[in-house]
């Protein structure tokens, strides 16, 4: 059974940082391509960045690009999610999810994902 588990969101002010981790348990780490998305209140789930199986392939939404970086750590089952110059609007429970089928090339649509994190709530106060 795959299990991921999100860590890292908290309060943070605009213009500060904050590093998501997600672990992957129960499969292996290296077969998957990763993503993060975010959900706001009142809002539709968005994709937020995805990486490709070896990492050499990866892919941002433009609301993020710029600010966001994604990477991940295959000797450590894990995928970050670097968060820089944060705004108000970046207020969401964000979420990891991986795919098993699409090992090289990043995953954008969520539909795609075979397993989600419970996800983990970043606040930016403006």
């Known amino acids: 059974q795959v299990q991921l588990v999100e860590s890292g969101g908290r309060l943070v002010q605009a213009g500060g940082s904050l590093r998501l981790s997600c672990a992957l348990s129960?499969?292996?780490?290296?077969?998957?391509?990763m993503g993060w998305f975010r959900q706001a209140p009142g809002k539709e789930r968005e994709f937020v960045a995805a990486?490709?199986?070896?990492?050499?392939?990866?892919y941002y939404a433009g609301s993020v690009k710029g600010r966001f970086t994604i990477s991940r750590d295959n000797a450590k089952n894990t995928v970050y999610l670097q968060m820089n110059s944060l705004k108000p609007e970046d207020t969401a429970v964000y979420y990891c999810?991986?795919?098993?089928?699409?090992?090289?090339?990043?995953?954008?649509?969520?539909?795609?994902?075979?397993?989600w994190g419970q996800g983990t709530q970043v606040t930016v106060s403006s």
């Open positions: 990486i490709s199986v070896s990492g050499g392939r990866i």
């Open positions: 129960g499969r292996t780490f290296g077969s998957f391509a």
């Open positions: 999810a991986a795919d098993r089928t699409s090992a090289t090339r990043p995953v954008v649509a969520s539909y795609e994902y075979d397993y």
